[in-house]
């Protein structure tokens, strides 16, 4: 599976956008790019997950760039709730699920 | 409620001791996972069982066993205990073997082990 490169912390502003970045420049054709987030010692969440396209559900939205070596997450209105690390993990169909260290994100008030 | 669930929620035990931790998974959900998070570290990946067979095997210690039930329900074993031991054991589980499926893992609460 692919590996991936997240910055190690961020603070984003409560009601605002957070935009979680991630690059995954050794992404093959057929593997998927998966975000999860964990808040403080919860079982992780997931959020996300997209090949190509970019996606949308009631949680966040996910931006693959074209050559597909990055993507980004966003939180359209980042609440205090939002608080937690947030994992992008790229894995192919039969792959296990492999967490980095992710991105710390606090929101404040 | 994720669907998964692993008892005991918190257990406490003494070095050189033999734990079961026991996992559910959603119902429908084939293939069973287990990861360790230890203090301020990520999430490693130890086991993986689909439908009664283990798949993968990650990090996992000699001193560590895992099976999978015929009704699907897994537990992991754990013995002769040491102090680095302590940690959240977290199972998830999925619907096919590591397949795609629109959702992923779907993780239990987890275990906090505590070893004195």
């Known amino acids: 599976d692919a590996k991936t490169t997240q910055p190690t912390s961020m603070d984003c502003a409560e009601g605002r956008a957070a935009n979680l970045p991630c690059n995954h420049s050794?992404?093959?054709?057929?593997?998927?790019v998966y975000w999860y987030r964990q808040i403080h010692s919860q079982g992780p969440q997931y959020i996300i997950h997209?090949?190509?396209n970019n996606e949308t559900n009631e949680m966040a939205s996910l931006i693959i760039t074209e050559d597909r070596k990055s993507s980004t997450l966003i939180l359209p209105h980042a609440t205090l709730r939002d608080t937690a690390v947030y994992y992008c993990?790229?894995?192919?169909?039969?792959?296990?699920?492999?967490f980095g260290a992710g991105t710390q994100v606090v929101v404040t008030p | 409620d994720s669907g998964v669930t692993q008892t005991p929620k918190h257990l406490i035990t003494a070095t050189g001791q033999r734990v079961t931790l026991r996992c559910s998974p959603r119902?429908?959900?084939?293939?069973v996972y287990w990861y360790q998070q230890s203090l301020d570290q990520g999430l490693q990946f130890l086991i993986q069982?689909?439908?009664?067979?283990?798949?993968a095997k990650g990090n996992i210690l000699e001193r560590f066993s895992a099976q999978q039930f015929p009704d699907l329900h897994s537990e992991l074993n754990l013995s002769s205990l040491e102090l680095g031991d302590s940690a959240l054991y977290f199972c998830?589980?999925?619907?096919?073997?590591?397949?795609?499926?629109?959702?992923?893992?779907?993780f239990g609460s987890g275990t906090r082990l505590t070893v004195v």
């Open positions: 998830a589980s999925s619907v096919v073997g590591g397949g795609v499926f629109p959702y992923g893992y779907t």
């Open positions: 050794t992404i093959s054709g057929n593997e998927y």
């Open positions: 997209g090949l190509k």
């Open positions: 993990i790229v894995r192919g169909s039969w792959g296990k699920l492999q």
């Open positions: 119902s429908g959900d084939l293939s």
């Open positions: 069982y689909y439908n009664g067979e283990e798949r």
